[in-house]
């Protein structure tokens, strides 16, 4: 069974990526896709199982940051945000 992305809004109104029982390198894939399809989006909370750490250096190239919302393990959720130009 394929797990996929489930993709929704927070309790804020803010879009949302919960990559929730994905394998690698699904999450990533996931995320990254969804940025490149919503260009103007601004913000986008995301769910992880496991610490991104190699989207950070992706986001970065793309000019986006990253804030922890809540760390646990096996539970990660991370606001990532478009820089300004």
Known sequence: ??????????AKGRPRI?????EPPGPFVAIMG???T???APEVVVCLERDPVYLF????????AWDY???KPGAFELLLKR???
């Open 1 to 10: 069974m394929t797990i996929e992305a489930q993709f929704g809004t927070d």
């Open 69 to 71: 919302l809540s760390e």
């Open 57 to 64: 250096p992706e986001l970065t190239d793309i000019n986006w």
């Open 34 to 36: 969804w940025i490149e």
């Open 38 to 40: 919503h260009p103007d």
């Open 83 to 85: 820089l300004p130009e």
């Open 18 to 22: 919960n990559t929730t029982g994905m």
